[in-house]
């Protein structure tokens, strides 16, 4: 079986239920509030998907520009910012852009797909297009990473915030998108089996920052229910 536009299309349609889970609600603002975003900034959101970080991002004059390889991610991040720069791109490519063309790089869970005997590249690409003086906040998936511990987070939270019976209806309301997701994935798993992610280690990400240049790399922070690493610089 070979995964089609169409199967992506609704691959993309389910995976906004992930905007109604706590920690990731949580992962994507303490990205905004890292990035600390002023007026006429020009952003890069490196694998922006469908656009769930990049439409977080409030102020004026703000031209933000986001690359991924699928078309059907693309085509619904349109859909949330019309006036948003959205270009198909393979990160292992060379990026589209002058040196210093932009005040912010963001990244969100990306770069674990991506095989680590390439990243470095990557990360160079990164510090190349950032303006002197630019910010880059990157978060992936860690080795430890196991889906499980964010709804399992999510729940505790949620019961903290609204209760038992509304968490019961919120439940019932996730059930069949959660059941969707986690069956297309599997379906990637197993037309993908030659393939392995590589998830990042407690402190990689931020070793790979400061290996191309970064000199200003904030500590390694675990959000996401503690399945993700993320890290600040600024070059």
């Known amino acids: 079986m070979t995964l089609d536009t169409r199967f992506w299309k609704k691959y993309f349609n389910q995976y906004d239920v992930l905007n109604k889970l706590i920690p990731y609600d949580e992962l994507l603002d303490r990205i905004v509030q890292l990035a600390d975003v002023k007026n006429g900034y020009r952003i890069l959101d490196a694998g922006s998907g469908t656009g769930n970080l990049s439409s977080r991002f409030k102020g004026d004059n703000l031209l933000i ?23 198909q791109h393979d990160l292992t490519k060379p990026l589209p852009f002058a040196e210093n063309s932009f005040d912010l790089i963001v990244s969100n869970n990306v770069l674990y797909t991506i095989s680590r005997n390439v990243r470095g590249y990557i990360f160079r690409e990164f510090y190349r297009v950032l303006k002197p003086g630019g910010t880059i906040v990157i978060a992936n998936l860690s080795d430890n990473f196991n889906p499980k511990n964010i709804y399992i ?83």
């Open 65 to 87: 520009t986001g690359i991924d390889y699928s078309m059907e991610g693309i085509s619904l991040h349109k859909q949330k910012q019309p006036n948003a720069v959205l270009i």
């Open 153 to 235: 987070s999510h729940v505790k939270s949620y019961i903290k915030k609204y209760g038992f019976f509304k968490l019961v209806i919120h439940l019932l309301s996730l059930a069949i998108p959660t059941i969707k997701i986690f069956y297309y994935n599997y379906l990637i798993n197993k037309e993908n089996r030659s393939g392995q992610y590589d998830f990042f280690g407690p402190d990689e990400q931020l070793e790979n920052l400061r290996e191309v240049g970064f000199v200003n790399v904030f500590p390694t922070e675990f959000l996401y229910a503690g399945q993700s690493v993320l890290n600040k610089a600024i070059k």
